[in-house]
């Protein structure tokens, strides 16, 4: 496929003789830290089938996933997430809820292709000055250096289940995705190919690429950046979080947790203290009337009425912080903060809201929290 010209050789700085491949930006923390190096989820994750109907793109588009099933490109992300991010204790494919319970799963991701998928070239890389100076001084070194970009569109809605051997809650809904694709020369084309002849005369930015190299590329940037999302959700929590929306934040950091200063959002803590005081609170688009806490199945907790602030105090709670809805802090001022004793190993916090309105239904945020990091 020929792309326009749009710049001109001669009008070319030359940046640099030396450049190397850059970590992608969604591998890393808000520290830099790479995702794998970050401490796996503590817990058994369990990946459901994905659906492929709208896996192959359009007759006239120019790429496509060299994928043949849903099932391959489930098996793809889930070698990611083990190989390439330590995702978590275990991930593993399943067909089911009721496999994943019986298999001993903690979480359920029940991934759903959100839209069609849309491959295209974007623009020359942003590295291109590296990968003209090494085509100026070596030639094939240019070859090696990221020198386009693609839009990369691979969206998956994933569903995310826990309690799977009781009710089997539906917790979160997160959308993960990739997105833009910096790719080399010779991730766009094979060696012995017209892009190498052109090559010879033209930078790498402005030859051609094949179709069949590039879409193989673009499907494996996909896969990697799909697996680091889902990493990223499992061990640091909500990639996206609606201000609208319902959530649950557990604050746990000043009682011993070890999972970084931060509120944890319904995914998991690791701490090393067997008790912590309960903290927290819950934001919803409507007035909560209600707020019960369970720790491992029983209750030890719940508020209501008087013992809440007003729907008006609620919503300024909510001002203040810079979001809309409403916004609950539990304990309530009027009340002490209740002790969590924590067993050995893992502890489920159970948060259940009640908002106003009869017809809603009730909101639950689920907690893993363990103890010591035993796992």
């Keep these: 496929m020929h ?5 001109l050789a001669c009008l070319l700085p030359i940046a640099g003789f030396a450049a190397c491949a850059s970590t992608n930006p969604s591998y890393l923390d808000e520290n830099g830290t790479h995702l794998k190096d970050l401490t796996p989820a503590p817990f058994r994750v369990a990946v459901g089938p994905i659906d492929a109907e709208e896996l192959r793109a359009t007759e006239d588009a120019a790429y496509a996933l060299t994928l043949q099933s849903g099932t391959e490109l489930r098996e793809r992300v889930i070698d990611a997430m083990v190989t390439r991010f330590d995702a978590a204790s275990a991930v593993f494919a399943v067909t089911d809820r009721e496999q994943a319970a019986a298999q001993g799963a903690d979480i359920y991701l029940e991934p759903r292709l959100a839209r069609p998928v849309a491959m295209e070239y974007r623009e020359v890389s942003s590295s291109w000055p590296g990968s003209l100076g090494l085509w100026l001084v070596t030639w094939v070194g240019g070859l090696v250096v990221d020198s386009s970009t693609y839009d990369c569109d691979l969206t998956l809605d994933v569903r995310v289940y826990a309690n799977l051997q009781d009710r089997s809650e539906q917790i ?182 009640r908002v106003e309105g009869e017809d809603r239904p009730l909101r639950t945020s689920r907690t893993f929290v363990f103890y010591r990091g035993v796992r």
Excluded: H
């Design 172 to 353: 979160q809904r997160q959308p993960v995705q990739s997105g833009a694709v910096d790719l080399s020369f010779m991730e766009r084309n094979d060696f012995m190919s017209l892009g190498t002849l052109q090559a010879l005369i033209l930078p790498p930015f402005w030859t051609t690429d094949s179709s069949e190299a590039t879409s193989a590329s673009l499907t494996d940037a996909a896969c990697e950046q799909l697996a680091a999302n889902l990493t990223r959700y499992l061990k640091l929590g909500p990639l996206e979080q609606d201000s609208r929306a319902s959530i649950t934040l557990l604050d746990l950091d000043q009682q011993g947790a070890t999972t970084g200063d931060r509120k944890v959002p319904g995914v998991y803590a690791v701490v090393d203290r067997d008790q912590l005081l309960l903290k927290g609170l819950t934001r919803s688009r409507y007035p909560v009337r209600e707020v019960a806490v369970e720790l491992n199945g029983t209750e030890v907790a719940q508020w209501s009425g008087d013992d809440l602030a007003s729907f008006q105090q609620q919503q300024d709670l909510a001002i203040g912080e810079g979001v809309s809805g409403f916004q609950q802090p539990f304990p309530p001022a009027t009340a002490n903060a209740p002790w969590l004793a924590l067993q050995p190993e893992k502890n489920t916090v159970v948060v259940r809201v």
């Design 3 to 7: 792309r326009p010209l749009t710049r």
